[in-house]
């Protein structure tokens, strides 16, 4: 099953949130007030403190404001205990820099549980790999970026303008920044470890 959970942040796009049969859709406190249809969601979580009120709904979990944990770990919980394998993130990496590496860090944390986890914005996708391969369709333009959270060993790339093979990335290095598709089928491994693939909209030319 698939859960869509929408958080607060300034990336939203519309278009990505698509709710199927079957789906579930969780808002996390703001994210309740990003949602047109508040008829397809199945559950609100969260404190509160950015949505401003407790909205009117059918099934509202209040948490408290001093916690732990961001209102986006407990909605994901919430989507695990439910029966969710794939967790589709919306609006969850904009605004503050400091939530949205907690909420990549969430992604690092799921993907290591075998759970399949994407964070869908404005102008990108991120995607998680771990001890696996991830495919990515060919396309004319566009950039990606390849992180590690920590330790990943034996990544590979291929199919995209700069290719390596088994190579170790850490925390501590950005070799994998700003890669470039080539009409390619993309192919991005990891033997051991976590990588974070950041793939950017074809539009996208920034350079840093």
Do not use: W
């Amino acid at each position: 099953m698939t859960a869509h959970i929408v958080g607060a942040a300034d990336d939203f796009c519309a278009r990505k949130l698509v709710k199927k049969d079957g789906d579930l859709l969780i808002a996390a406190d703001g994210g309740y007030g990003k949602i047109a249809d508040k008829s397809l969601i199945d559950a609100v979580i969260g404190d509160f403190d950015s949505l401003g009120y407790v909205p009117d709904a059918g099934n509202v979990i209040k948490l408290r404001r001093e916690k732990d944990e961001t209102d986006t770990d407990f909605a994901a919980e919430y989507a695990v205990a439910k029966g969710a394998d794939e967790i589709v993130f919306h609006a969850c990496l904009g605004g503050k820099t400091d939530h949205a590496l907690a909420n990549l860090q969430l992604g690092t944390r799921l993907a290591r549980r075998g759970i399949k986890t994407t964070f869908a914005s404005a102008g990108y996708d991120v995607y998680f790999v771990c001890d696996g391969c991830l495919k990515l369709p060919a396309r004319k333009s566009g950039r990606v970026s390849v992180f590690s959270p920590d330790v990943t060993v034996g990544v590979t790339v291929k199919g995209l303008k700069y290719e390596v093979g088994g190579v170790t990335l850490t925390n501590e290095v950005a070799l994998g920044v700003s890669n470039e598709f080539v009409g390619k089928e993309a192919e991005i491994s990891a033997e051991k470890g976590v990588l974070t693939v950041f793939v950017y909209e074809e539009t996208d030319d920034i350079r840093s």
